[in-house]
């Protein structure tokens, strides 16, 4: 006969590990991509106490006799007892995002916590709230001390005023997205309250449980608590994210597939593996080593290929835009790419030719940048120094033309280098420089080597134009990024009812298009200069802040606050002037705070001057990216 209890202990074991891995996994998740929200911080105490509670109840599962499991079942109260407090907070923190604040709720929210670590300290060092247990078949349970009603009553009222306030958050919803997003907030919201709240302590110690029915009931509620923790979490993953939603969405749903469901079903597996001294007449550990192999094995795999399914239901809508974005990041050349195409391809010339010396330079801020070299690169570094670019339109009388015959490359003889200008396709610009160290061709190609060498030369110049293009493509994304993250802002902010009519947001200058630029030129008026004293970065919040708290003039708050910018690059440890780490707080120190020139500056950290400008490009980048990060915090403090 069919032991039901059994079958219903087993399932209720399979589904609290399943919560408990959720619970884990949705807490990592949270905190790794959104610890800066109000909502995702105090969600993330909600998953630690459920972590805390399912954590025990596994535990106390696996143990058999009933001295051993009280611990772990009084350890459970660490977040049964904070759980009130922490579920009053969230909802808090839900409504407050919706734009309404009340100092009575952040009031209540205190006594809250002052409530529940009283109960908590009640709970692990005394009788009056739990006692010791009784177990009865397989389940073990405290037993209710004389404080536990109280602490019910708190519970559940918590539980309903949590409740209320998140009910009050959807009501002031105006779109249909945040609409949609808090209704399941509002049906999920209950999840934590029911898995954690401990029922069998409800019943009498005299009473019989029915067996059966209470393992089954524990079963069913526990997964319906999985279920509605990955709803919840889905609802709080948006909030305070500047990310578009898909991008939201494919991140969680690939992390619950590649983290949480593989590592349910290597422990299902692990719990359903025969408890027997062997299988197939190997150790039953041998076994269960090379089942879980294969399993985690086969999961990855059939989730990848699972993967373009998955996109097409986050994706329905922008399903071909998407696809053309997933083909061009495949094809994009990068300056490695291009690096070692171009070696490839002088290598293959070099060979074909019999040349052991040659170049491939591209054309940039007017200057040649060698790109790849083979052979002698000191002989190479002269030739660029002799031949700078203008030569190309104005050639020296020496320099003689050649043809590699029977080759329709045109080069340019100079000091033992044939040089060939690689143009664009319709040859209006110049992109790059080939160069071969031939002394004299001694003796004609045959026609296959003159079009190999064509179609190499073609190829090279295909290569630097598309180059040049992504190049240009990246800058205009440059340009429109602070754009796209304001317009998220937007969406992500004006989704709520304010009872008056909507606040338009103030926008921060670190959303401006030219805000890298504003950070430049106040850089370089560093210590004066109208680019500093009517620059827009005064605007910012950080400064404004600065200028309360120290009472100085707008400028000097400015000055303060892109210093404050520079140090935070600063490496830990002792300065080294030609360490890389260094480099860029190097140059910002010595160009803008120190004002020392270029020259000087390239003398002391072992650098050409080209070489400085690219690498003083970067570090403002920094700075930019280093003041927007400021800016954001001293937004989110009140």
């Given amino acids: 006969m069919w032991d039901w209890a059994q079958f219903f202990s087993f399932g209720d074991l399979i589904f609290a590990i399943v919560d408990l891995i959720i619970a884990f996994s949705l807490l990592t998740y949270i905190f790794s991509r959104n610890l800066t929200s109000?909502?995702?911080?105090?969600?993330?105490?909600?998953?630690?106490c459920v972590t805390v509670v399912y954590a025990g109840d596994v535990i106390v599962s696996l143990i058999d006799d009933l001295p051993r499991a009280i611990p772990w079942m009084r350890f459970q109260w660490?977040?049964?007892?904070?759980?009130?407090?922490?579920?009053?907070?969230?909802?808090?923190?839900?409504?407050?995002?919706?734009?309404?604040?009340?100092?009575r709720r952040?009031?209540?929210?205190?006594?809250?916590?002052?409530?529940?670590?009283?109960?908590?300290?009640?709970?692990?060092?005394?009788?009056?709230?739990?006692?010791?247990?009784?177990?009865?078949?397989?389940?073990?349970?405290?037993?209710?001390?004389p404080l536990f009603w109280g602490f019910a009553a708190y519970f559940a009222l918590a539980t309903i005023v949590g409740g209320i306030n998140v009910w009050r958050a959807r009501q002031r919803c105006l779109t249909p997205t945040s609409i949609r997003r808090m209704t399941y907030l509002s049906v999920a919201y209950v999840a934590p309250a029911l898995g954690t709240f401990p029922f069998l302590l409800v019943a009498s110690p005299t009473t019989p449980l029915p067996y059966t029915a209470v393992l089954a009931l524990a079963a069913a509620g526990n997964f319906a608590v999985a279920v509605m923790l990955?709803?919840?979490?889905?609802?709080?993953?948006?909030?305070?994210?500047?990310?578009?939603?898909?991008?939201?969405?494919?991140?969680?749903?690939?992390?619950?597939?590649?983290?949480?469901?593989?590592?349910?079903?290597?422990?299902?597996?692990?719990?359903i593996v025969p408890r027997v001294e062997s299988i197939l007449g190997l150790p039953r550990d041998?076994?269960?080593?090379?089942?879980?192999?294969?399993?985690?094995?086969?999961?990855?795999?059939?989730?990848?290929?699972?993967?373009?399914?998955?996109?097409?239901?986050?994706y329905r809508q922008d399903l071909a835009e998407l696809e053309w974005l997933q083909e061009l990041d495949k094809r994009?050349?990068?300056?490695?790419?291009l690096k070692q195409f171009l070696e490839n391809l002088l290598t293959a010339l070099c060979e074909l030719l019999r040349v052991r010396t040659g170049f491939v330079a591209s054309l940039a801020g007017g200057k040649w940048q060698l790109e790849t070299v083979t052979g002698d690169l000191q002989a190479v570094q002269r030739c660029l120094e002799e031949f700078p670019p203008e030569m190309l339109f104005h050639p020296p009388d020496s320099a003689r033309t050649a043809r590699?015959?029977?080759?329709?490359?045109?080069?340019?003889?100079?000091?033992?280098?044939?040089?060939?200008?690689?143009?664009?396709?319709?040859?209006?610009?110049?992109?790059?420089?080939?160069?071969?160290?031939?002394?004299?061709?001694?003796?004609?190609?045959?026609?296959?080597?003159?079009?190999?060498?064509d179609a190499l030369i073609a190829q090279a110049e295909i290569a630097l134009e598309d180059r040049h293009l992504q190049q240009g493509v990246f800058a205009a994304l440059r340009s429109i990024i602070p754009e796209i993250e304001r317009i998220q802002r937007w969406r992500g902010t004006v989704r709520y009812d304010v009872g008056e009519p909507l606040e338009i947001i103030k926008d921060s200058p670190v959303y401006a298009p030219e805000y890298q630029r504003w950070v430049k030129e106040a850089l370089a008026h560093y210590w004066g200069g109208p680019k500093l004293s009517q620059s827009p970065l005064l605007n910012l919040r950080v400064v404004s802040r600065r200028l309360r708290q120290q009472e100085t003039s707008p400028v000097n708050a400015l000055r303060a606050t892109l210093a404050e910018a520079i140090e935070a690059l600063r490496p830990a440890g002792?300065?080294?002037?030609?360490?890389?780490?260094?480099?860029?707080?190097?140059?910002?120190?010595?160009?803008?705070?120190?004002?020392?020139?270029?020259?000087?500056?390239?003398?002391?950290?072992?650098?050409?001057?080209?070489?400085?400008?690219?690498?003083?490009?970067?570090?403002?980048?920094?700075?930019?990216?280093?003041?927007?990060d400021m800016e954001r915090q001293a937004g989110e403090e009140p």
Wanted: proline share 3%; aromatic share 8%.
């Fill in 332 to 337: 994009l050349l990068t300056t490695t790419d």
């Fill in 230 to 271: 990955v709803l919840m979490g889905y609802s709080v993953a948006y909030y305070g994210v500047l990310s578009p939603d898909r991008v939201v969405k494919h991140s969680m749903i690939h992390f619950l597939l590649r983290g949480p469901f593989v590592g349910i079903c290597v422990i299902i597996l692990m719990l």
């Fill in 38 to 48: 109000p909502v995702s911080r105090t969600f993330g105490a909600i998953l630690t």
């Fill in 404 to 453: 590699l015959e029977p080759s329709r490359a045109e080069f340019i003889r100079t000091d033992g280098f044939w040089v060939l200008p690689l143009r664009t396709r319709n040859r209006e610009a110049t992109l790059g420089l080939l160069g071969l160290y031939i002394d004299a061709q001694e003796e004609p190609l045959s026609l296959e080597a003159g079009e190999a060498v």
């Fill in 286 to 314: 041998t076994m269960l080593i090379f089942s879980a192999m294969l399993l985690i094995v086969l999961l990855e795999l059939a989730i990848e290929l699972a993967e373009p399914f998955i996109d097409r239901l986050i």
């Fill in 106 to 145: 952040r009031a209540a929210i205190v006594v809250a916590y002052a409530l529940s670590l009283a109960a908590l300290v009640l709970a692990l060092f005394s009788d009056l709230i739990v006692q010791d247990g009784v177990m009865a078949y397989t389940i073990k349970r405290l037993t209710a001390g």
């Fill in 574 to 628: 002792p300065r080294h002037m030609t360490a890389s780490e260094w480099l860029l707080y190097n140059i910002l120190e010595m160009r803008y705070i120190q004002g020392k020139r270029v020259r000087d500056i390239a003398d002391t950290l072992a650098m050409s001057e080209s070489d400085l400008y690219r690498k003083q490009r970067i570090a403002i980048e920094q700075v930019a990216r280093v003041l927007a």
């Fill in 78 to 103: 660490l977040g049964i007892a904070m759980l009130p407090a922490v579920y009053l907070h969230f909802s808090d923190s839900v409504l407050n995002a919706t734009g309404l604040r009340s100092r």
